[in-house]
């Protein structure tokens, strides 16, 4: 996601950070921000690019550290058409005058994106032959650099989706008006940057799948074009809306752009990835498992917490790495697990009892134990209220943090005798190679 924070389009340490923290948080592909293929093809001075052969070179510090950390490198390969050289979000993102250092932008069309920008440059036959020309060797410095995906930027109203929509596009040339015409430019861009790609590496296309407005480009162009895309050898469609024009209004609300990758998977038969609004594990469980899309793609979640990854597996109980340095914040399940029959012996004989996990939500990391009851150390009582004195428990917890003798202290305190602790936790049982416990355990 654009950081505008790039010196002549050169990754910062904040790049750095920002990238490797959501690597080390445990997504599966980290994006690299759009990257202009040409300065002219930023939006602010301050954006990403990859037109030189230095900025490959700066970028594989980047693309190591996501690798290192079990991630895979993507990176967005951008150009801003007539939406280019503006300030930066935080001061007002309006055009740039060349007093401020601005430059006239090109598009398809000598048409202003709104009133108060500059009216692009129209694209010349040979402007877009070398524009062509930026993006191929935009795609062999990202391999060179250690990217593993390509997305071409082709959507959010940038100089690509500029070619496809009506509302920018009235060239009168063999690159406008039909369908076909307007799609030709982007699809020469792709066949050459494929051309360009290993073909065992993956490339993605974000489109914006309608423009919201019945003169713009829409859902139905969407679906023949992702069928070209396919042929062309474009392994995911990237399934993203709107970004044309500023007056458009959107209706936005949870998953919103999921039925778009939806129809474009099932129609065009091809991989789709969803993205828009998703911000809960289950609900990006879900949408996989229903078929509506083959990857999420999340934005300001990511952004809002770059652990959102290893939460959700947490949350959707799937045992996922953490980095070593973090192995104190998650548990194993170790093989040599203590039995049912160890914690017998310890306990209880062969009368029931319950395990009691009482971490916070917030600490079950991992280590869940099977047939554990998940109550958090604050709702404990009102738990236990209904049920006989004479229950035997074992209370659990993260160890190191004693609340687990307080809980069995707690319960003793009022009338439950028989509440044991399980002596550590979930980490210092692993960390001394000493057992988690074996799943199965039987709650009375
Ligand atoms: C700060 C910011 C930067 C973004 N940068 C990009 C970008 O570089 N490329 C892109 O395709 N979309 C970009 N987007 C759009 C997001 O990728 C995403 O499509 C959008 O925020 C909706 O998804 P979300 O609800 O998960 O955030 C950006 C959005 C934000 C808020």
Redesign the pocket.
């Known amino acids: ?2 950081q505008y924070s790039s010196r002549d389009g050169h990754p910062s340490d904040w790049h750095l950070v920002h990238l490797g923290s959501r690597a080390v948080g445990g997504a599966g592909l980290v994006m690299m ?2 990257s202009a293929v040409s300065p002219e093809g930023r939006i602010t001075p301050f954006d990403m690019g990859i037109w030189s052969d230095d900025h490959a070179d700066s970028l594989q510090r980047i693309t190591q550290f996501i690798r290192q950390y079990g991630s895979i490198p993507g990176i ?1 390969l ?1 150009h801003a058409g007539r939406k280019a050289s503006t300030q930066r979000p935080w001061e007002g993102g309006r055009p740039l005058g060349s007093e401020q250092g601005g430059w006239r932008p090109i598009a398809p069309s000598a048409i202003a994106y709104s009133s108060d920008f500059p009216v692009p440059q129209a694209l010349s036959i040979i402007g877009m032959r070398s524009l062509l020309e930026s993006f191929t060797w935009a795609a062999e410095r990202a391999l060179r650099a250690g990217f593993q995906v390509l997305e071409l ?1 082709m ?2 109203g940038y100089l690509l989706h500029e070619f496809l929509s009506p509302i920018a596009n009235r060239r009168e040339d063999d690159y406008g008006g039909s369908f076909e015409n307007r799609c030709r430019f982007p699809l020469e861009v792709v066949r050459s940057v494929r051309a360009a790609w290993p073909d065992e590496l993956p490339i993605f296309v ?1 489109i914006s799948a309608t423009d919201w407005s019945d003169d713009g480009w829409d859902l139905e162009e969407s679906i023949k074009l992702a069928r070209e895309l396919k042929k062309l050898g474009v392994d995911l469609i990237d399934c ?1 809306s709107g970004g044309i024009a500023p007056h458009i209004e959107i209706p936005q609300e949870p998953g919103f752009q999921v039925p778009f990758a939806a129809r474009i998977r099932e129609e065009a038969h091809i991989a789709t990835g969803a ?4 911000t809960e594990a289950t609900q990006a469980e879900e949408l996989l498992k229903e078929g509506s899309a083959d990857a999420v ?5 990511l ?1 809002r917490n770059p652990y959102w990854a290893k939460q959700a597996a947490t949350e959707l109980a799937v045992d996922v790495a953490w980095p070593k340095p973090y192995e104190r914040i998650r548990t194993h399940k170790s093989p040599n697990s203590i039995s049912l029959a160890d914690l017998r012996a310890l306990f209880f004989g062969e009368e029931p009892f319950t395990v009691i996990d009482v971490r916070s939500i917030s600490e079950f990391c991992d280590g869940h134990i099977e047939g554990a009851l998940r109550i958090p150390y604050e709702e404990l009582l009102s738990f236990v209220s209904s049920l006989p004195k004479d229950s035997n428990f074992i209370t659990v917890s993260n160890g190191g943090t004693g609340r687990s003798r307080s809980a069995a202290d707690l319960l003793r305190s009022h009338g439950w005798f028989n509440a044991r602790r399980l002596e550590g936790g979930y980490y210092q049982w692993s960390a001394a190679g000493l057992p988690s416990i074996e799943s199965g355990l039987l709650a009375s």
Do not use: K
Request: one cysteine or more.
């Open positions: 996601m654009c921000e759009a967005q951008a930027h959507a959010h974000r993203s993205v828009g609004m998703i793609l999340l934005g300001r979640a952004l």
